[in-house]
């Protein structure tokens, strides 16, 4: 590892994540909480030999951490393009995996259909919702990817409300990076199971301030058909969102009820009977560890 030529200097460049990059050498990247919650989701689940896809994947960790546990089929795709860092970070952790970055989310599935699929047994979208101006009609084209049976891992910012609705990022209140829309768990709740994506198993960690959002995780399985809480809600089941959800997310609703698969999680997960919002008010923070935020060469899932 440390004969490695690297494509770029580790200082020439803003690393979003910490990764050793030598024995005891890390990048300068910054410890992100987030992280911890979504691998501790992740360590739950049976990925070996399975197709996989992280959506905003930055320098690639959960790929890496993935390929390292097993995972048959790795796709990590973000809207910036790192190839020379993923490339070096391919050769130092002596794993390989598919990359598509440089191009908008929208033409993720055109990228997919024609490079091995579009439906994979785990999808993880993590650190992205609120960046997104179409919070919905993204979450819903990434939706589109996991195959019926399969899991879904879903991070955000969040506040912790009973009330269904985005708030919108005026004035910067909840920071000045390009973050527009943060959803109540209540409003995740709802949307995960009109997707068709059930929630089952809930992890967060506190915001750093009073005005600060939370971080929440949330595993879900996929579904063919929406599952809400409320039996008596028609219109989340209305066909018309399939319509909606084909036409301007590009979810392709019947080639993906044709699929299963058989991915698996531990009974480690704790089993949710209510919602999101009722998970987090009756659970504990996740109290994480500084090596769940890191990439190191001895680091597992």
Known sequence: MNDLELNEPPDSRTWYYSIEIAPGVFTSGLDHPNLAITRNLLRAIAFGGLDCLDVGTQEAVVPILLKKGGAKRVVAYDRNDHSACI???RKLYGVDFDYAAGKQLTELPGLLDAEGGRFFDLVVFSGVLYHMINPLGMLALVRGFCKVGGLFVFETAAFQDSSCHLQFNARGEFGKAS????P????????????????IGVRYINGKSREAPLRVAVLCR????PCPLDSGDDWVSARFHERAFGNESQVDWVSLKKTSSAIDCRPDVPAMSGSIYDAVRMSSPYDFRVEELRLSFASSM
């Open 184 to 199: 109540t768990t209540t409003w995740m709740d709802y949307v995960l199971r009109m997707l068709g994506l059930r929630p």
């Open 87 to 89: 490339a070096d970070l």
């Open 179 to 182: 973050s527009y829309f943060v």
């Open 222 to 225: 996929s579904e063919a058909t």
